[in-house]
């Protein structure tokens, strides 16, 4: 039983780390990186320091799923770019300058 829970736990993480992605990367862009980074770290230290069995993999799924959310977001930001999801108005001029950037490297 605990498989299918700690399994279910993870598809339930990965869940909610997709819409933290989308919205770290509209309001922060790549800044989000350092937020995913700290917590990373965070979670890691939790995982080592917990002594139960369960927790302690809850607390590592959770770093890793915010260690992939590193490149998530930078994907995140190809995919603003391609017209995929909505770019953030405020940052217009960021998106504008890595089109401009993207268009020279071609």
Not at 6 to 24: C, S, Y
Not at 51 to 69: R, T
Request: with cysteine; charged share 25%; aromatic share 16%.
């Amino acid at each position: 039983m605990e498989g299918i829970i700690i399994g279910l736990v993870t598809f339930f993480l990965i869940g909610i780390f997709h819409p933290l992605v989308i919205k770290g990367e509209y309001y922060l862009g790549r800044k989000a990186n350092k937020y995913f980074i700290i917590f990373g770290i965070i979670f890691v230290a939790l995982s080592l320091y917990i002594k139960s069995l369960i927790p302690s993999i809850f607390a590592g799924v959770i770093a890793c799923c915010c260690f992939w959310s590193i490149g998530e977001v930078i994907e995140q930001e190809e995919r603003v770019l391609k017209g995929w999801f909505k770019e953030n108005p405020k940052r217009k001029e960021y998106y504008d300058k890595l089109r401009k950037n993207k268009n020279l490297d071609r």
